[in-house]
């Protein structure tokens, strides 16, 4: 079982809709959950945290993590073109070497 | 803002050669971080450092070594550079290490 695995995608949606990215990861003892935003040759740029269950919103942003079930999404309101980028999810794994682990990404294409 | 800069953008080098890849953080924080990105594979962990002069092998350190002689600077180091190197490194860093990561702009880095 990949560490944590993501829908290979890619991702269209119109504009103006919701984009719905989901991440499930295997390590039932992970802490923390980002979501990134690569845009093609670009670095990844982090546009949302969470710590905790449940959903943490952040302008057209939400995230939400359920640790029972072991995922976390990325919810985007309103998408815009601008938004069409690759995203990635990455956790921490628990322990006192934690690292990031990311997963491979999903590609979102939002159409005018 | 955090600051991570990488010395270079893009950068050709040949087989054999021994390559230096630069990476300074301005922010003061603990933990620094080489990642490769690869079409299909996604962001691999090379090595990291939570410390100076101390270092962890990530997931994929075979052919590379690394450097932390002082807090903001971290170095990856291939020692005899060869083909399937070539690839897209990325440093990072955080203050904490459940805390996100920064990322620099990255280095495109060919091996001929």
């Known amino acids: 079982q990949k560490e944590v695995e993501q829908n290979s995608g890619p991702l269209s949606v119109p504009e103006g809709a919701i984009a719905s990215l989901n991440c499930t990861y295997s390590d039932r003892g992970s802490q923390s959950f980002f979501w990134y935003r690569q845009y093609s040759g670009k670095s990844p740029e982090l546009i949302m945290f969470?710590?905790?269950?449940g959903d943490k919103e952040d302008g057209r942003f939400t995230a939400q993590l359920n640790k029972a079930s072991q995922y976390v999404s990325l919810l985007i309101r309103d998408s815009q073109p601008s938004d069409s980028a690759t995203y990635l999810c990455a956790v921490t794994k628990a322990g006192a070497n934690s690292k990031l682990t990311f997963g491979k990404g999903i590609t979102l294409s939002v159409r005018p | 803002d955090v600051k991570v800069t990488q010395s270079s953008r893009y950068l050709v080098k040949r087989t054999g050669e021994k390559v230096f890849l630069e990476c300074v953080q301005d922010?003061?924080?603990?933990?620094m971080f080489w990642y490769r990105q690869d079409p299909g594979l996604g962001l691999r962990l090379i090595y990291f450092?939570?410390?100076?002069?101390?270092?962890e092998k990530g997931d994929i350190p075979e052919g590379y070594s690394v450097s932390r002689e002082k807090k903001e600077r971290f170095s990856l180091i291939l020692e005899s550079a060869s083909t399937n190197q070539t690839s897209m490194y990325l440093c990072?860093?955080?203050?904490?290490?459940?805390?996100?990561?920064?990322f620099g702009d990255g280095t495109r880095l060919s091996i001929l």
């Open positions: 969470i710590y905790s269950n």
């Open positions: 450092s939570y410390d100076v002069k101390m270092k």
């Open positions: 990072a860093s955080s203050f904490y290490r459940v805390e996100p990561q920064h």
């Open positions: 922010m003061d924080h603990e933990n």
